[in-house]
């Protein structure tokens, strides 16, 4: 069925998803190994999509004049919107065969338009074999673990392909919303310069010149003092209001607070052995026992390959920071845990707020930050949308393993936000001279 997906477009109809988490059930009634069924839908992703590249790059273009192309309402389009199609997979072949591989519909699609494209077979093959590998693995394991409950696992592997789409959807209608905002750029300036020589605005510059001065230094974005440290204290601020109100309904039991037992029961009352298998997984991204070693890692990288000393300093003062941050608010509120009958594994000391979330918020925010830096805008998004969904995850699990209460996690998540906003801040101001527009892509150091 996997190999049928691509080569015959039957993944429309019977996404191959579905036959793979059936493999996975059949193995863990013993009814053959594992690793058959791992291999096997692998190898059938990866040969499905190798035919349905050859068949798209031998026939697809008449086969989509002699089809969709004789509809009257697609005729005069399918030509301009094929090569912009062709373009866009060309761009971005690498993560279009890969990330394509986890949704039904570009499961289906972007082998084809690879092969419509002329992309490199080799190339091609690369991100197929590894899209293959990983997407047989996930859902044959998916349903190895999941046994009798498969049809559960089945529409939530439905819904996460859905969800994929969406992302890759807004994604890009985003990078062309950008796009055309960088191309209107110059005329936003020549817009500006007009509006400023207008009588009433130029006589609020003459009338004020060091506050009109000073807002324009403000929203400069080719200086790190300009836009960059604006949007950051605007941030920062956001979240310090956020912390503060979630503070006080948790010391007051108002609001926010009253709403806790609901989500915790709500939240319980969906546990499956297979899914609190993975929360108790998931929620060591937030815990220190990762989190040190990944730092380190990456203290070596920048210092070693980089000599970016300003970055490191940056993460280690945020990480170390918001543990202290955490662990002073703890005492203060002392707020007690979920009742112990709700838990999930074994902890100790208050709730509020909660520690893996702030800790999260302030490593994986800060090292997409530094990540960040000197990249593409599309390499930029993988990396904030990597680094956001990390969070979420470990956020989610302190509720679901019942160590936490919501406000707990929301007011990690403020905590750790409003303390990264303050030590950018801080980097900010203390950066001399001014910067370009755009970070330089190398070095990628610690530059706006």
Known sequence: MPALEASAFLGFIFPGEVAVILGGVVASQGRAPLWAFIVAAASGAIVGDSIGYFVGRRWGS???HGTLGRLPVLRGHLDRNLEAAEAYVRRRKGSAVFFGRFTAALRVLVPSLAGISRVHYPSFLAYNVAGGIAWGTGFTLLGYFAGASYKQIEKIAGRIGLLLLVLILVGLIL???IRRLNQRSRRLGAFGERLAATPAVAWVGTRFPGQVRWIRE????????GFWLTFTAAAGLLAVWAFAGLTQDVVWHDEMALFDPHVETWVVAQRTAWLSSGMEIVTWLGSLVVIVPLLLTTLVILIARRRDWMGTALLVITVAGAVA???LVKLVVGRPRPPPTLW?????????PSGHAT???????????LLSLGRSLGARAVVWIGAG????AVGASRLYLGAHWLTDVLGGYALGAAWVALVVAISLLRIQGHAGPRPPVRPARWTP
């Open 62 to 64: 008449q086969l989509l």
């Open 175 to 177: 990078s062309q919303l």
């Open 218 to 225: 403000r929203l400069d974005p080719s200086t790190p003092r």
């Open 325 to 327: 941050l955490y662990d």
């Open 344 to 352: 999930i594994g074994h902890y100790s000391g208050t709730a509020f």
């Open 359 to 369: 800790q999260a918020v302030a490593f994986y925010g800060t090292l997409a930050i």
């Open 389 to 392: 969904l990390v969070t979420i």
